[in-house]
């Protein structure tokens, strides 16, 4: 009730926002589901304040005992609680897909983060800093900590709070970017960057629960259109071995996933499921490959439209579609890595202008490590966006880069 409260509260008495108003006449019509509308927020709004806002509806169950799918119509019911008593607008269909399935996988990854950054066994100023930062992560999970007078108690840890590995990497460095020219040597931009990955679990031991082994990635720069330009959750939901091996060497993985693209050309954000094919080989002694393939369903996502404009700042397209992925990585004696991605989508308008896009992403990197933990890589990139209007003239959107980067590598 507070995630309900509060922002309602910040809406009506501090905003004094029309939207806030509600009375019971306004309940009974957003009940009617024949009145709900797609709603005209801005990008940022729908496709990040939203998810989480329903991450703290998931969280509130998940930190009090509950687990992922029981914690899960949290986020649906919370959701459907402020369309139908948050607002007088109409609910919005947008608004309930987007913040329940991108809550539930915000909040899964966060209450996990949350969890593993506090050690109950531990005592004193730097038990306070990590409970603090856990808080930050997942504030829902360290206020119930706060009331059921777990902060800075010393006890027994979750038995579920390490995986069995936990590896992350942070890059610091350049880019160089181009908005309109392929040729992005020639005629781009320079900023700095930063790129944060984190790999939780390892998607061929940790399959036991939900988002067991999950992947995170968030990136920024300070001269793009946004500071955060990109942020991914692929969280692991069902799995299963192929082949009898001890050690295992393929797998099928099923995956929640959450995406947030929003960068000087384009931007696209949506809640998809995949299916998809991990393999390991070790073709020599100092030798390994890994590689992913795979396909899914993308239930809704935000596509940039040119021609349209409304409302908050309601100018892309929203609509259902199918996804493609590859990865393909090779390291060389723990020394060399070298890795190629691809990121495909194809999507049809349902709400907006009636359009069908296309979003390719490919990346190939080049990274040395120095010693176990410090590395330099550099990569290339080329993601473009096209867009095929009935009403209008197609359009095409190109983002070429380059990047050189430091980085730091750290097991937790």
């Given at each position: 009730?507070?995630?309900?409260?509060?922002?309602?509260?910040?809406?009506?008495?501090?905003?004094?926002?029309?939207?806030?108003?509600?009375?019971?006449?306004?309940?009974?019509?957003?009940?009617?589901?024949?009145?709900?509308?797609?709603?005209?927020?801005?990008?940022?709004?729908?496709?990040?304040?939203?998810?989480?806002q329903g991450s703290m509806y998931f969280s509130a169950f998940r930190s009090n005992g509950y687990n992922f799918w029981q914690s899960a119509p949290a986020a649906v019911a919370g959701s459907f609680m402020w369309e139908v008593a948050g607002e007088t607008h109409p609910g919005a269909p947008n608004d309930l897909i987007n913040t329940s399935l991108g809550g539930i996988a915000l909040g899964e990854m966060t209450y996990r983060l949350s969890n593993l950054?506090?050690?109950?066994?531990?005592?004193?100023?730097?038990?306070?800093?990590?409970?603090?930062?856990?808080?930050?992560?997942?504030?829902?999970?360290?206020?119930?900590?706060?009331?059921?007078?777990?902060?800075?108690?010393?006890?027994?840890?979750?038995?579920?709070?390490?995986?069995?590995?936990?590896?992350?990497?942070?890059?610091?460095?350049?880019?160089?970017?181009?908005?309109?020219?392929?040729?992005?040597?020639?005629?781009?931009?320079?900023?700095?960057?930063?790129?944060?990955?984190?790999?939780?679990?390892?998607?061929?031991?940790?399959?036991?629960?939900?988002?067991?082994?999950?992947?995170?990635?968030?990136?920024?720069?300070?001269?793009?259109?946004?500071?955060?330009?990109?942020?991914?959750?692929?969280?692991?939901?069902?799995?299963?071995?192929?082949?009898?091996?001890?050690?295992?060497?393929?797998?099928?993985?099923?995956?929640?996933?959450?995406?947030?693209?929003?960068?000087?050309?384009?931007?696209?954000?949506?809640?998809?499921?995949?299916?998809?094919?991990?393999?390991?080989?070790?073709?020599?002694?100092?030798?390994?490959?890994?590689?992913?393939?795979?396909?899914?369903?993308?239930?809704?996502?935000?596509?940039?439209?040119?021609?349209?404009?409304?409302?908050?700042?309601?100018?892309?397209?929203?609509?259902?579609?199918?996804?493609?992925?590859?990865?393909?990585?090779?390291?060389?004696?723990?020394?060399?890595?070298?890795?190629?991605?691809?990121?495909?989508?194809?999507?049809?308008?349902?709400?907006?202008?009636?359009?069908?896009?296309?979003?390719?992403?490919?990346?190939?990197?080049?990274?040395?490590?120095?010693?176990?933990?410090?590395?330099?890589?550099?990569?290339?990139?080329?993601?473009?966006?096209?867009?095929?209007?009935?009403?209008?003239?197609?359009?095409?959107?190109?983002?070429?880069?380059?990047?050189?980067?430091?980085?730091?590598?750290?097991?937790?």
């Open positions: 009730m507070l995630a309900q409260i509060i922002p309602w509260s910040v809406n009506y008495f501090i905003r004094d926002a029309e939207f806030a108003h509600v009375s019971f006449k306004s309940i009974g019509r957003n009940l009617e589901l024949s009145r709900w509308r797609w709603d005209d927020n801005n990008f940022v709004t729908n496709q990040f304040a939203h998810p989480y950054i506090v050690n109950n066994h531990q005592r004193g100023f730097k038990r306070q800093v990590n409970e603090v930062v856990a808080f930050l992560v997942n504030p829902m999970n360290g206020f119930n900590r706060i009331i059921d007078g777990k902060w800075g108690k010393v006890m027994a840890n979750p038995a579920d709070r390490r995986p069995s590995k936990i590896v992350g990497e942070l890059d610091l460095g350049a880019r160089r970017f181009s908005q309109k020219n392929e040729d992005v040597l020639e005629k781009g931009k320079n900023e700095w960057y930063f790129r944060l990955r984190l790999q939780y679990g390892d998607p061929y031991i940790d399959t036991k629960k939900p988002f067991s082994n999950f992947f995170f990635t968030m990136e920024g720069g300070d001269n793009d259109s946004a500071k955060i330009n990109t942020l991914r959750v692929n969280g692991f939901l069902y799995g299963w071995q192929l082949g009898d091996t001890v050690v295992p060497k393929h797998m099928m993985n099923i995956t929640a996933n959450y995406d947030y693209y929003h960068n000087s050309v384009f931007y696209y954000g949506a809640q998809s499921v995949n299916l998809s094919l991990l393999s390991r080989f070790k073709p020599g002694k100092k030798t390994r490959i890994e590689t992913q393939a795979g396909a899914g369903l993308i239930i809704l996502a935000a596509v940039q439209d040119e021609y349209l404009y409304y409302g908050e700042g309601r100018n892309y397209d929203y609509g259902p579609g199918f996804s493609l992925l590859a990865d393909f990585n090779l390291y060389v004696a723990e020394k060399l890595m070298f890795g190629i991605h691809y990121r495909g989508g194809w999507f049809t308008t349902v709400n907006g202008n009636a359009s069908t896009h296309f979003l390719n992403a490919i990346t190939s990197e080049l990274r040395y490590f120095f010693t176990s933990h410090i590395s330099l890589g550099t990569e290339w990139g080329h993601a473009s966006l096209k867009g095929y209007f009935k009403d209008y003239p197609d359009v095409s959107h190109t983002y070429p880069y380059v990047r050189v980067s430091a980085g730091y590598k750290f097991n937790l």
